[in-house]
C-alpha cells in the first residue's frame, strides 16, 4: 500500500493525459465536485482558498463526479461553464470520474486506501484530501467540512 499519488495520471477536461507527478513540490486539495449538489457553493470557500495561496505552491484539483444522486449529470463542456459563470473558479477541473465501486479512478482508489488517512469510500460530493509538497497523501476532510475552515487552512499553512 503505498501513499503517494505521483506516479498516478488523469484526463483533464479536454482528455489531455496529466501526471501527477508534475504537481510534485505543491501542496495540493483534491476534491469530488458537483453542480447540483446541497454542498455546490463550496466553490466560492474553493475558489477564496485558491487565490489565496496559489501563489505559494497550492493548487485545487477537482474531479467533476455523478456518483452520489446523478448530481453532475452534465458534459465537461457544461460544468466547465457552469464553474466559470456561476463561481468563479479558476482552479483546474479535470475529467469526470467514478469515485465508488469497480470503475473506481486509480487516484481514488489510493485516496480512500493508504496507511495515513482515514479508509472508506467517499461518503458524498465535496469530501476533500491534502496532499504533501511530496505527493503523499496527508489528510482527508468529509465533505461538510468547509474548505476555508480553520481545519483545511491550519492543514495547507503546515504543509
Known amino acids: 500500500m503505498t501513499n503517494t499519488i505521483n506516479d498516478l495520471v488523469v484526463k483533464d477536461m479536454n482528455g489531455k493525459e496529466v ?3 508534475d504537481y510534485k513540490g505543491k501542496v495540493l486539495l483534491i476534491v ?18 485558491y487565490n489565496k495561496y496559489k501563489d505559494k505552491g497550492f493548487e485545487i484539483l477537482a474531479f467533476p463526479c455523478n456518483d452520489f444522486g446523478g448530481q453532475e449529470p452534465g458534459t465537461n463542456e457544461e460544468i466547465k461553464e457552469f464553474c466559470s459563470t456561476k463561481y468563479d473558479v479558476t482552479f483546474k477541473l479535470f475529467d469526470k470520474i467514478k469515485v465508488l465501486g469497480d470503475e473506481r479512478s486509480s487516484l481514488y482508489d489510493r485516496l480512500i486506501n493508504n496507511n495515513i488517512t482515514e479508509k472508506g469510500d467517499v461518503k458524498w460530493n465535496f469530501e476533500k484530501f491534502l496532499i ?6 496527508v489528510s482527508r476532510f468529509r465533505s461538510k467540512i468547509k474548505p476555508e475552515s480553520d481545519e483545511i487552512v491550519a492543514a495547507i499553512e503546515k504543509e
Open 19 to 21: 501526471k501527477l507527478s
Open 32 to 49: 469530488n465536485v458537483a453542480s447540483k449538489c446541497g454542498y455546490t457553493p463550496q466553490y466560492t470557500g474553493l475558489e477564496a482558498i
Open 132 to 137: 504533501g509538497k511530496n505527493g503523499n497523501i
